[in-house]
């Protein structure tokens, strides 16, 4: 080799670089990528109609966890127990019990309900005083009623109830967890049902993603191959399908949303009604803004991963003749 | 950049057969050069292994000192963007009008649209096509084709021109313009080499000819207009 022709540093330098060039060449491949998928709309609102249903679920699971978080930490009641004397038992010894309860540690609060108070509470809240009047004495037993301390488990729900059970002139206790308690339950279900359910669709849509980049690159080999002769390098070659990607899956991401809009206007009533009849009101939190940039956020983020799979698979080694 | 190399360059199939046996040739930066040979002489392999369109069994092949078998794919992209290649079966793209197919090499180096545009246009009138610009490929006859393809090989005015019988589908006439115009890109620097077998045209030119033979070179002559000899 002579020294005149010994590689230079850069035998073949760019005419065009840096980032306007960049910029220009991403203005140019998104336009034309934009004008692909609207061009075949069909086949466009095929795919976002799938990567939407494969979002809708997860999003929203997480929306009704959010709001069932919501309901329990705003509902005040806590649980405990209540304690139901014998008939006819000593004020005294009720107020013993009382306090040997409130004793404890894992105690936060008793109320008293005298038989006198409970037989004046029956008949206010049903309406029966006359039907009571016919009988000699009193039916209803005095009772009261715990509640667990904040910190307390139901763990320590149940010791309590065990040591209430021992008291004299006791004859029943009951254990309470309040509505809201199974509430809390189904929202730790529900959540990580969503995550399960978001994880998996999530892979849903990165393969419907990916397939329909993957038959988009099978649909425009022969201008991929022309590209490689002309000096495109990898990434030009990639870059339509990682535009291809993110429009299916922002696409995809709005039809969520549309998707979640519609179900929640079919199930504002009932709901409405349900949450009435628990003395509740129906707050819808977590259908905002910032949900819907977050849900077309990811939906763009699984369409580009779905289109660089497919790239990988279909782009690496490319054979151009 | 158009110095090129080839050093004991074999191309041998998978069927066994070798289009190529121990080639070793040299073109230097700025030479105009026919490859010409009869049919199934190895052109056509020849000008593939120059455009990384396939690898070589052995040898090396240097441009500009870079051993093309051992390129990198990105070194590979800045490489063909700086080489103008005429095919023999065009591919041109058919969903793309003229201006759009001739405008590619230059988009790929992300050239501003305005100066793509009068690029564009020179190149198109060079070959005679500029009233054709807005037509698809599919509207075109095979020799228009080709005029669009050599139009797309010059547009980037690369440092490399390859042309494998770029006049196959055209008139003498055309065909005599077209040599003039990569005459041109010679005078500027550009080194050219054509795969012809068009003895008349050969002849006419006055260029070096590198003649091959059953994937060997059987000649290596500068040849003046009219000296070639057509019964080799």
Redesign the interface.
């Known amino acids: 080799m002579t020294r005149k022709n010994r590689p230079r540093k850069d035998p073949w330098p760019r005419s065009h670089t840096g980032p306007l060039t960049w910029w220009r060449d991403h203005k140019r491949v998104a336009r034309e990528t934009l004008h692909f998928v609207s061009a075949r709309l069909g086949t466009s609102m095929l795919v976002w109609l799938l990567v939407g249903i494969a979002l809708a679920l997860p999003a929203g699971l997480f929306l009704v966890q959010i709001n069932l978080t919501g309901m329990t930490t705003a509902w005040e009641g806590r649980p405990g127990l209540s304690v139901y004397f014998d008939l006819g038992l000593a004020d005294a010894e009720i107020a013993a019990a009382a306090a040997a309860l409130l004793a404890r540690s894992e105690i936060s609060g008793v109320k008293v309900t005298t038989q006198d108070e409970a037989l004046r509470e029956f008949q206010t809240y049903t309406g029966l005083a006359n039907a009571l009047d016919l009988l000699a004495e009193n039916p209803l037993p005095a009772s009261l009623r715990a509640t667990l301390a904040e910190d307390a488990s139901l763990v320590d729900l149940e010791l309590v109830a065990e040591f209430a059970g021992r008291s004299a002139g006791v004859s029943e206790v009951v254990v309470e967890k309040t509505w809201l308690q199974r509430v809390t339950d189904i929202t730790r279900v529900v959540s990580r049902l969503g995550m399960m359910l978001g994880a998996l669709f999530g892979l849903g849509a990165v393969l419907v993603t990916a397939t329909s980049v993957r038959l988009a690159i099978e649909a425009r080999l022969e201008e991929l191959r022309v590209l490689k002769l002309v000096g495109a390098t990898d990434r030009q070659i990639r870059r339509p399908y990682l535009y291809f990607g993110a429009f299916y899956g922002l696409g995809g991401g709005l039809i969520a949303a549309m998707l979640i809009s519609l179900c929640l206007v079919i199930v504002e009533t009932p709901l409405t009604h349900l949450l009435g009849s628990y003395g509740q009101e129906l707050k819808m939190s977590g259908f905002d803004p910032k949900f819907l940039l977050v849900l077309l956020a990811v939906g763009g983020i699984l369409g580009i991963a779905g289109a660089l799979l497919a790239a990988r698979q279909r782009l690496t080694d490319l054979e151009i003749l | 950049?158009g110095?090129i190399?080839f050093h004991q360059v074999t191309k041998r199939f998978d069927n066994g057969h070798e289009a190529l046996k121990d080639v070793t040739v040299a073109f230097e930066e700025g030479s105009m050069t026919f490859l010409t040979g009869h049919s199934g002489a190895g052109k056509s392999t020849f000008l593939?292994l120059l455009?990384c369109?396939?690898q070589p069994s052995r040898g090396q092949i240097?441009?500009?000192?870079?051993n093309l078998t051992q390129i990198s794919?990105?070194?590979l992209?800045?490489?063909?963007?700086?080489?103008g290649?005429v095919?023999q079966d065009h591919?041109?793209?058919?969903h793309r009008t003229v201006f759009d197919n001739v405008a590619?090499?230059l988009?790929?180096?992300?050239?501003?649209e305005k100066d793509i545009a009068r690029r564009v246009r020179a190149a198109l009138s060079r070959v005679g096509l500029l009233p054709r610009e807005h037509l698809f490929p599919g509207q075109l006859s095979t020799g228009e084709q080709q005029r669009v393809g050599i139009a797309?090989a010059v547009v980037?005015r690369p440092?490399i021109l390859l042309a494998d019988e770029p006049t196959g589908n055209l008139d003498p006439e055309l065909s005599r313009d077209i040599m003039h115009l990569f005459e041109q890109f010679n005078q500027v620097g550009t080194t050219v080499i054509i795969a012809s077998h068009d003895h008349g045209l050969i002849e006419s030119m006055g260029w070096r000819i590198v003649e091959l033979g059953n994937g060997s070179i059987v000649r290596d002559q500068n040849n003046e207009p009219g000296s070639y000899d057509t019964e080799k």
């Not at chain 2, 992209?77 to 080489?83: F, G, I």
Request: charged share 25%.
């Open positions: 950049m110095h190399e593939k455009m369109l396939d240097l441009v500009n000192g870079v794919s990105r070194r992209a800045y490489y063909r963007q700086n080489l290649a095919y591919h041109l793209l058919a590619l090499p988009r790929v180096s992300g050239m501003l797309r980037p440092k």
